[in-house]
Each structure stands twice: as C-alpha cells, then as structure tokens.
C-alpha cells in the first residue's frame, strides 16, 4: 500500500503562486493531481508518467501548473501559476498503475489525503 502524504496548500491572491507537494512511500507508476471544490466532482488537474517524461493537463490549467517528480525524492510536485478564484479546492496527491484515462478518479489506486487551496479575487 503506497502512502501519499500531500503538503503546500494555503490561501493566495489570484495571479498568486504556489507549490504542493506529494511524497510517496513506496514505488508509484504514474502520479497525478486531482482537485474537489464543494458539491463537484473530484476533476484530474495533471499526471506525469513513471519516468517524468511525459505529462498530461487538463486544458483548465495547461499554461499556468507545471508537474514534476523528484524520483530520488519520490516526490510528486505541482508549481501553480497565475491562480484563479476557480482554481480554489481540495487538491489530492493519486497513484495509478498506468497514465493511460489518468483523469478517471475511478482508475486511482492510491490517494492522499488532501490538501486546501483557496484563492481569493
């Protein structure tokens, strides 16, 4: 059982920054965000495959997150830029097995336990 431990959440200004972080303790294959904002579905935000190589957005953020992943570290990060009020939910660190429909909450094997964003106008 992998054990995801988020952390980098807070409160910002829109157009502000910030970086959250997820470290895992165990081996993961691909690594994700997902984000939940009150009385809507969990959404996919981005993925990165096993090696870092390759990412995947949603075109909600494309242009102003960033995915990364420190394999040493085993650290999962998301930089995000130029944040929206819209942008403001709980974000959760996911583990899967494979990238492939890496935005289906469904195909998670492993979550976080979450960490809160809030932008404000």
């Known amino acids: 059982q992998v054990q995801l431990v988020e952390s980098g959440g807070g409160s910002v200004q829109a157009g502000g920054s910030l970086r959250l972080s997820c470290a895992a303790s165990?081996?993961?294959?691909?690594m994700s965000w997902f984000r939940q904002a009150p009385g809507m579905e969990r959404e996919g935000v981005a993925a990165i495959g096993t090696g870092g190589g390759i990412t995947y957005y949603a075109d909600s953020v494309k242009g102003r997150f960033t995915i990364s992943r420190d394999i040493a570290k085993n650290t999962v990060y998301l930089q995000m830029n130029s944040l929206k009020p819209e942008d403001t939910a709980m974000y959760y660190c996911a583990a899967s097995r494979t990238c492939f429909q890496w935005d289906r909450a469904a195909n998670v094997a492993n979550w976080g336990q979450g960490t809160q964003v809030t932008v404000s106008s």
């Open positions: 165990g081996f993961t294959w691909c």
